[in-house]
């Protein structure tokens, strides 16, 4: 008995004495304890305690400790875990430097959350993790902020690293949340004839604040289809899109969205890509473009683009930080993303490739990323592409006049939500719709002859964009004073889902203020929106 008594506590002894050398880790509550001696750097200055979150960026490529342990830093209770501790005392460095912020965004610069990763793009396409402590975007030169999601999340690279393409899934630029000056409120519900002289920059102001009527020279936003407020012409308006999901602004997919192995019309959100010189999404009949951008990143509330956030960027690509002009048609008839025409288009769409319109897939006519800036919003590299000549779905419906929201033409002609159809019947068999705030929704129209752009919601680049006449080039269509733009079949019981840009084979009334409304998601590419919060 005394013999097992003995044994079992020499191996007692011998678990402790195991547990006792295991290495440790240690959450740093006090920063010089008998355990751990920390040094804390702000750039490159020391300091007594970790700086704030605020405006701060941990510098995990230099922060060490000795004795073989390390830092695993906590985000989300911002500070510093050690691993791997041993007996021996152990001496970290932890070092930090202050973000970059560009003063004209007052508070609207870039919001990182994982799996999101800086990076400057140079004028070849090269991409380069961004020092973040530096310069690595100024919108007063027309140099938007771009991020890039890995397709392995796990693997990183030291600032000013090359990051090659092929391990590159997706691209996203930044779009600050802005003000901007009415000019006209879109108060148009017939055909008349266009006023070029419409066309000018667009004055914007960056910054996280809400319009409101107490102070002068803003007005109330009015957040439904057809609402004025108490807005006047020359007043500052909160641009909506920042509205409904409250943020200091919002990530937008750089190219239409792509498929990593296919463009049929299949639910795998984990294959979703945003890619130059990729084949672009096609949607058909069915809710999966919805849910494929819904579930890509929902920690980043992920979503499919609305029609007031696709006006969102149209108007900041005509402000001072924009390329404030027409941007290139992508004319490329196999609808591959980042192109951009050779010559702009001469007139509408004939019915025959010619010179004025031309369109092909060769690359006679046209010109691919990363050559194409002029296909860019900012007319350089930092842009968004795709935004004329690739007809983009936008979760965008028209309210039904006993309320509900109208999904589609019938049930032949839908978007596979349920809901009230254009002919009066009701699709119970599709997805419901999301919140409130992943769509927009337009007054009842039951007029076939869609001219009530005064329906229109302020910031969506539609009824702003007037006055509008009539064009008979090829068949009859509706234009605005932007640009020639097509704005054609308005929201209706015929037409309730919305669209922007237009077809590559538009021609020149395809640009980035042209719109749609159509009664399905067939045969329409798609753009992603990222929403990470403040």
Request: charged share 20%; hydrophobic share 30%.
């Amino acid at each position: 008995m005394k013999k097992h008594i003995l044994t079992f506590l020499i191996f007692i002894c011998l678990a402790i004495v195991l547990v006792i050398s295991l290495p440790k880790e240690n959450k740093i509550e006090e920063y010089d304890t008998e355990e751990i001696e920390l040094a804390i750097y702000i750039n490159d200055e020391e300091t007594n305690s970790i700086p704030s979150k605020e405006g701060n960026i941990y510098d995990e490529t230099r922060s060490s400790c000795t004795n073989g342990a390390y830092i695993i830093w906590d985000y989300e209770s911002w500070s510093p875990v050690v691993k791997n501790m041993n007996e021996y005392k152990t001496k970290c460095e932890l070092y930090f430097k202050t973000g970059y912020k560009e003063n004209i965004l007052n508070g609207t610069d870039p919001v990182l959350k994982d799996p999101l990763i800086p990076v400057t793009i140079e004028s070849d396409g090269t991409v380069k993790k961004a020092d973040i402590g530096s310069e690595w975007y100024n919108y007063t030169n027309k140099e938007w902020a771009n991020a890039v999601i890995l397709f392995d999340e796990s693997e990183d690279y030291l600032a000013g690293e090359v990051i090659p393409e092929e391990k590159i899934e997706s691209y996203f630029v930044w779009i600050p949340k802005y003000r901007y000056q009415l000019w006209d409120l879109g108060l148009y519900d017939s055909l008349t004839s266009i006023d070029s002289s419409k066309v000018h920059e667009i004055p914007i102001i960056f910054g996280d604040y809400n319009t409101s009527d107490v102070v002068d020279g803003e007005c109330t936003t009015p957040m439904e289809s057809g609402a004025t407020g108490n807005c006047t012409l020359g007043d500052y308006m909160t641009h909506p899109a920042f509205l409904s999901i409250p943020s200091t602004g919002f990530w937008v997919g750089k190219f239409s969205t792509t498929y990593q192995n296919t463009n049929e019309d299949i639910y795998e959100p984990e294959n979703i890509s945003i890619k130059p010189n990729q084949y672009a999404f096609v949607s058909g009949d069915s809710v999966n473009i919805h849910l494929n951008s819904y579930n890509y990143k929902r920690n980043l509330d992920s979503h499919m683009i609305k029609n007031t956030e696709w006006g969102a960027v149209a108007y900041l690509s005509y402000s001072p930080y924009g390329i404030q002009n027409k941007i290139r048609i992508n004319n490329n008839s196999n609808q591959i993303t980042g192109y951009a025409a050779n010559n702009e288009p001469t007139c509408s769409y004939t019915g025959t490739n010619e010179e004025c319109n031309r369109y092909c897939n060769d690359g006679t006519c046209n010109t691919a990323y990363p050559n194409s800036v002029l296909a860019s919003t900012t007319g350089n590299i930092s842009g968004i592409f795709d935004m004329s000549g690739q007809k983009t779905i936008t979760m965008s419906f028209m309210e039904f006049s006993d309320g509900t929201v109208t999904v589609g033409q019938s049930s032949e002609l839908q978007s596979g939500f349920k809901g009230t159809l254009g002919d009066g019947s009701i699709n119970s068999t599709g997805l419901d719709l999301p919140e409130k705030k992943y769509y927009d929704l337009y007054l009842f129209n039951n007029n076939s002859y869609n001219t009530i752009y005064n329906r229109r919601i302020l910031g969506d680049a539609t009824g702003e964009t007037g006055p509008f006449e009539s064009n008979h080039l090829w068949v009859e269509v509706n234009i605005s004073s932007w640009n020639h733009s097509l704005l054609n079949q308005f929201f209706s019981i015929i037409y309730p889902i919305g669209a922007r840009s237009y077809y590559y084979f538009g021609g020149n009334v395809t640009d980035i203020f042209a719109f749609q409304g159509i009664y399905s998601f067939e045969g329409s590419v798609s753009r992603l929106i990222l929403t990470p919060g403040k």
